[in-house]
């Protein structure tokens, strides 16, 4: 994204508007997006006109601002349809960019059929012709009625009709027939069976089995929720030369750009000579400079690209520069990618990069813990990697995915030298998402945790040992889905469970987690279920603030040392 080569913008323009207008007027040689965008004007929201929306007196001014021309026509007359989209389609096709369509009409009904009676002032019967709206309703009668005429069905049938280009027989016969099959689809929609309820929650995600309500204090439920520990896995050892975490996770973008030709990483500052806010993407613009591609500034652009290449087949890795960003795209993952398997079964592949975290003194919109704000939406996985092997890995898996997949990577993590590991030059095999890793074993207490603070739940766990405490440590690596039996196991086997992460206690994961095992291994606590986390306020910027918001190494011990004597 940079300034024309011949005319810079003012500098006091708002980065948004001057991004937004590089990204589509491209610099010389980069090809300009073949699209034609379509704005159906029906003069009204739910039941605010236009004119009390905005001061442009057409839809299609705004396109100008983007560097897009814009052509408003009547969207009721046919051929001025038929002629405007064949023209902006040539514009495309030509390499001459996108072309905004505005078609004005008007809203013959309510909002929705319960909006009907409001709308035209009584409630309409099943009719092929259009009722007329009365006093009581907040139509304009007046432009209904002009456009009412207008309705391009009998209009242009009419219009035929006096070309000769078709006969009033024809017409009658085309007339008959798109009435029955109209009344056909209608007739098998509102006879169709209802779904049996038992299929609840199928299609949220790949391959999902229904869901059920499950009462844990039944006997043969809590008989059912009996697992073991998962294996030890310590994860390969620090290597003071081996790679870091911020490498790890270049490597496992560039295993996948070279894997698999439909992958693309999109986002801000990711191409063009930068390589991303924390030049992670640096090493890969080389080799795969056509394939890192710079956005405007806009978050949920940059995600809306990311769901409709998905759908079309790519595999694309979005990148939010920070991850408090994605607040801006929240309603492209949370209603458009979330939502899209279970609303209409197609698959939505795509990973959004997420930068987080605390520990640098980077303040309130650099350092938040936004993995909460998702974990409670149904068709999202998130990743949150501890160590660079399995941030490799994990991203491998995550690329290969059939669902959308917000991979969480802590930047306090990034070059920290205390956490770097050996990494094989090849591409390592997929580590299962939803699986999570003992890092230690013991049965004390156990410590569950997520991304950085695994680290510090693991020297914790070191310096208890010491004094013949032995505590497990869970690393989790995936929220969603959660691996609920490994969580279970160590609550079981050790009977008395700390979990500590560094977002806020009130709404965290910690008090989710804390809600299960409570529920479902209740009778194996030997302890309240303590949780730790940050204090409830935004991420403080200045460091001796932010050190008093963030629980301490120290806090964490001292709680693990209550909980191992209770």
Avoid at 265 to 275: A, C, F, M, Q
Avoid at 524 to 543: F, N
Wanted: net charge neutral; proline share 9%; hydrophobic share 40%.
């Amino acid at each position: 994204m940079g300034d024309p080569a011949r005319r810079r913008p003012p500098r006091h323009l708002d980065p948004h508007h001057r991004r937004h207008r590089d990204g589509v007027r491209p610099r010389r040689r980069r090809p300009r997006l073949p699209g034609v965008f379509c704005v159906e004007n029906n003069q009204t929201a739910l039941s605010t006109p236009v004119a009390h929306q905005s001061a442009a007196r057409v839809f299609a001014d705004k396109a100008k601002g983007y560097g897009v021309p814009g052509i408003t026509i009547d969207g009721t007359d046919p051929e001025q349809v038929a002629a405007a989209f064949a023209w902006a389609a040539e514009r495309a096709r030509a390499g001459r960019g996108p072309t905004l369509v505005e078609l004005v009409t008007m809203r013959m009904c309510g909002h929705a059929h319960h909006d009907d009676m409001l709308y035209l002032g009584r409630d309409p019967q099943p009719s092929w012709s259009y009722p007329a709206p009365s006093e009581q309703g907040y139509a304009d009668a007046a432009a209904y009625a002009f456009w009412a005429a207008r309705d391009p069905i009998p209009g242009y049938a009419r219009r035929l009709a006096a070309e000769g280009t078709i006969g009033e027989a024809d017409l009658g016969v085309l007339q008959r027939e798109a009435e029955a099959m109209v009344e056909a689809e209608a007739r098998r929609v509102i006879e169709a069976p209802w779904p049996d309820g038992g299929l609840v929650g199928v299609g949220v995600l790949a391959g999902e089995s229904p869901r059920r309500h499950v009462e844990v204090l039944e006997k043969r439920a809590a008989a059912g929720l009996a697992a073991a520990l998962p294996p030890l896995d310590p994860g390969p050892p620090v290597d003071p030369r081996g790679r870091t975490f911020l490498n790890a996770v270049m490597l496992g973008v560039g295993d996948a750009l070279r894997a698999d030709p439909r992958v693309f990483v999109y986002g801000e500052d990711v191409g063009g000579r930068y390589g991303n806010a924390f030049l992670l993407l640096r090493p890969l613009l080389k080799e795969f400079g056509d394939r890192i591609l710079n956005s405007p500034l806009a978050e949920g652009g940059v995600l809306g690209v990311c769901v409709g290449a998905a759908l079309m087949g790519q595999r694309p890795i979005g990148e939010m520069q920070f991850n408090d960003f994605v607040a801006t795209g929240f309603n492209q993952l949370v209603n458009n990618a979330a939502k899209i398997r279970y609303r209409w079964g197609a698959s939505v592949p795509m990973v959004v990069r997420m930068p987080w975290g605390g520990l640098r003194h980077a303040g309130p919109y650099h350092s938040q813990n936004t993995e909460p704000w998702f974990y409670r939406t149904p068709g999202l996985k998130i990743v949150t990697p501890s160590t660079p092997h399995d941030a490799r890995a994990l991203m491998a898996a995550a690329v290969a995915d059939p669902d959308p997949v917000l991979f969480y990577e802590h930047i306090a993590l990034y070059r920290d030298p205390g956490v770097k590991q050996a990494l094989e030059e090849a591409a390592p095999a997929p580590l299962p998402l939803g699986r999570a890793a003992l890092r230690r074993a013991g049965s004390d207490l156990g410590i569950i945790s997520y991304g950085a603070y695994v680290h510090v739940a693991r020297r914790v766990a070191e310096r208890l040992a010491a004094d013949g405490i032995e505590a497990a440590v869970l690393d989790l690596r995936t929220l969603a889905p959660l691996d609920r039996a490994a969580l279970l196991a160590v609550a079981r086997h050790t009977g008395k469970v700390l979990v500590v992460h560094e977002d806020s206690r009130t709404g965290g994961i910690g008090e989710s987690l804390a809600a299960v095992i409570q529920e479902e291994a209740f009778e194996y606590l030997d302890a309240p279920v303590r949780v730790i986390g940050g204090l409830d306020t935004p991420v403080p910027y200045s460091p001796p603030l932010e050190e008093a918001f963030l629980p301490s190494e120290a806090q964490v011990e001292a709680a693990a040392r209550l909980l191992a004597r209770y």
